[in-house]
């Protein structure tokens, strides 16, 4: 299994090798192409129960095949991130970045309402 700075090489292996851009000036276009690939992750989940137009927009027919386009596109936007981050800064230790930023989390012990396993969507008040 690789690590978030292997993963990060590794990107980067193929931005060099294909001109992706990746000085600091590219900063903004990765993340906006992670909200992109996000977005992308975004539409095919919210008709994952409009099967004629997952054939249609996507060619999808089956559940798996919904699951690998879903990963695919989340995938995507962590190689946007990789790719950004080291725009941001090439000697960035993402491993050590992380690491911190769990422990914050950790630390802060926050849940969203509508983020906590088993919640329900709100319902509508009339």
Same mark, same amino acid.
């Given at each position: 299994?690789?690590? =978030?700075? %292997?993963? /990060? ?22 993340? $906006? ?5 996000? #977005? %992308? ?5 919210? @008709? ?9 927009? =996507? ?9 690998? @386009? ?11 991130? =990789?790719? #950004? ?12 970045? $992380?690491?911190? /930023?769990?422990?914050?989390?950790? %630390?802060? #012990? ?6 906590? %396993? ?5 319902? @509508?008040?009339?």
């Amino acid at each position: 299994m690789s690590t =978030l700075n %292997e993963a /990060k090489d590794k990107v980067i292996e193929l931005a060099k090798r294909f001109g992706w851009g990746i000085s600091r000036e590219h900063v903004a276009t990765k993340i $906006f192409y992670a909200i992109i690939e996000l #977005g %992308e992750a975004g539409d095919a989940w919210k @008709h994952r129960d409009d099967k004629g137009w997952l054939k249609q927009e =996507l060619n999808i027919v089956t559940e798996e095949e919904l699951t690998e @386009h879903v990963a695919e596109e989340l995938i995507d936007t962590i190689f946007y991130c =990789l790719n #950004g981050l080291y725009c941001l800064d090439p000697d960035l230790d993402v491993d050590k970045a $992380f690491d911190r /930023k769990w422990r914050i989390n950790l %630390e802060r #012990g926050r849940a969203y309402v509508d983020d906590r %396993e088993g919640s329900m969507p709100a319902s @509508h008040v009339e």
